[in-house]
């Protein structure tokens, strides 16, 4: 197989579960030097409530200060429901639209009010708009690797799912690590189950992982075949919505360590990466 590493940063879910909000213009500034670094999209803001995740409530006013001349970076945006996607979808700017449906009925109540069959439904609507308006709908599987609430999960149950999304005509699925449960052998059965189960539909590694156990379960799902990774620079974020403790997403600095170390190309400019890694403390210590 193709050693070609594909790398997603993901700011917006880094930002999520801060305590504090980040300042527009603190914002801009940070997400276009990122725009510079050669990454595949850019997992950036979000339209859901303010009220469930306050820290992404400028997204619209975001959008048209980015620098996207110059960038080979596609502008993905996370919706809830139809309504958020009916407004990601009026900016010419967004490529991608990002909706999380859960493997858990928990947590798919906790993360978006509805059961795993309502979201479905919505998942349908929110495809055919996203047909209509010349979009693409990339599907979060959360949960994939377990869940804390006692709940059945299986690589079987989690292929019936996305048979489901994919049936819609979806091509794009990420299997999320929601609360960081999983170990390398987990990642590695789930992954060899699920690449290459479908044509043509590509599939990415959302993955939370303590900084101990983060290189295991990336070397686990590119063995297993996964070619594409979800990263935040400093290795911050998780999901608020878990009530559980937040477990960071992948580090973009580990991830390029690791990848550096298993002589993998990853094609991004690391000397640009060089300047939002200085604005790490501004952006997420407060």
Known sequence: ME????????????????????????????LNALLQVGFSKLDFGSFVSPKAIPQLRDTAEVIGKLKL???????????????????????????FLGFPLSVSEIFQQKNTNKNIAEALEEVARIQNLCLVRGKKLNVYLSMAFGNPYGEACSPDLVLEKGQKVVDLGIRY?????????????????????????????????????SPAMAKEKISAAWEAGCREFDVALGGYGGCPMADDDLVGNLSTELMLDWATENQIPHGLNTEKLGVPMKMLSEVFLH
């Open 69 to 95: 001349e110059g960038s080979d970076t596609r502008l993905l945006a996370i919706v809830a429901n139809y309504r958020g996607a009916e407004q990601a979808c009026e900016f010419d700017e967004i490529d």
């Open 3 to 30: 050693k070609k590493l594909i790398l997603n940063e993901c700011p917006r879910d880094a930002m999520q579960g801060l305590p504090h909000f980040v300042p527009t213009e603190t914002k801009i500034r940070y």
């Open 173 to 209: 699925l990420s299997l999320a690590d929601t609360v960081g449960m999983s170990g390398p052998a987990e990642v590695k059965a789930l992954f060899k189950a699920v690449c290459g189960h479908w044509e043509n539909v590509s599939v990415t590694a959302h993955l939370h992982a």
